[in-house]
């Protein structure tokens, strides 16, 4: 489910607990809200905002913590993948090979991190074999002078380091944020909003001030459900950098 939609779904759980607080407000006896009870209230829901709060603010700091690291990630492969065709590059002819499959393989890596961008279209290409990899293909290269063997040795540490990159990165999962924490989250949040309906008899100010604060709420969710998404949504981290990086070998020349 999108986060717009779950953020939808908690707006409404949210409003309907206001709605059942105002409807309970109109059933109860007046002493049950006022004086000593309207004390103990007031510091139950406090207590609840408060732990409300600190969730809000984890989650918030998990989720931004994540988004950074795999943006990090993402940059950190962009730089491999230009210094590995850099490496390439001054190797010589014999590895305009393996400059090609560098480019091919580009379609790929890029599909295997942003899969709903990949799921999106319909592929046409076709499975690379093994023999194809650049990784192959540079345990292959036969230098013939010292020059070339230290620029292999770097490009397999680059190409081993971007592939483990590759890796982590694909293999994250597609939300990182926990059901649990979230769905307590919301029925606190149904819970506070219930008990200020329930304060004061209803009129348009509270009934407007209230639609804001839960509109605010199911903001902050809805952003933190998408920082937890980096690889999709609206605010998922961009891959036209690393698509860019490399320029056609006519262009590179």
Not at 35 to 44: C, T
Not at 70 to 77: D, L
Not at 151 to 158: T, Y
Request: proline fraction near 4%; aromatic fraction near 6%.
């Amino acid at each position: 489910m999108s986060p717009i939609a779950i953020a939808g779904i908690v707006c409404a759980l949210i409003l309907a607990s206001t709605a059942a607080g105002i409807f309970l407000r109109s059933k109860l006896p007046e002493h049950h809200l006022s004086g000593d009870s309207k004390d103990v209230i007031k510091l139950s829901v406090a207590l609840i905002a408060t732990m409300s709060a600190l969730v809000l603010a984890l989650l918030f700091a998990s989720t931004r913590t994540y988004f950074d690291h795999t943006s990090s990630s993402v940059s950190r492969m962009t730089a491999d993948v230009a210094e590995l065709d850099q490496l390439l590059s001054e190797y010589g002819p014999e590895a305009t090979p393996l400059r090609l499959a560098l480019r091919q393989e580009m379609g790929t890596l890029i599909d295997s991190i942003w899969r709903e961008d990949a799921a999106a279209r319909p592929n046409g290409g076709r499975a690379q074999r093994h023999e194809e990899s650049v990784l192959y293909m540079l345990r292959e290269l036969t230098p013939s002078n010292k020059v070339q063997s230290s620029i292999q040795a770097r490009a397999l540490q680059v190409s081993t380091d971007l592939a483990q990159t590759q890796l982590s990165l694909s293999s994250q999962p597609a939300d990182s944020i926990s059901n649990t924490f979230l769905i307590v989250l919301v029925i606190w949040l149904m819970f506070i909003f219930g008990v200020f309906s329930m304060s004061s008899p209803p009129n348009a100010t509270l009934l407007t001030v209230l639609c804001l604060c839960i509109l605010s709420a199911s903001v902050a969710i809805y952003l933190i459900l998408e920082l937890g998404l980096p690889f999709g949504g609206l605010m998922q981290v961009s891959n036209e950098t690393l698509r860019s990086t490399l320029t056609p070998i006519s262009a590179a020349k």
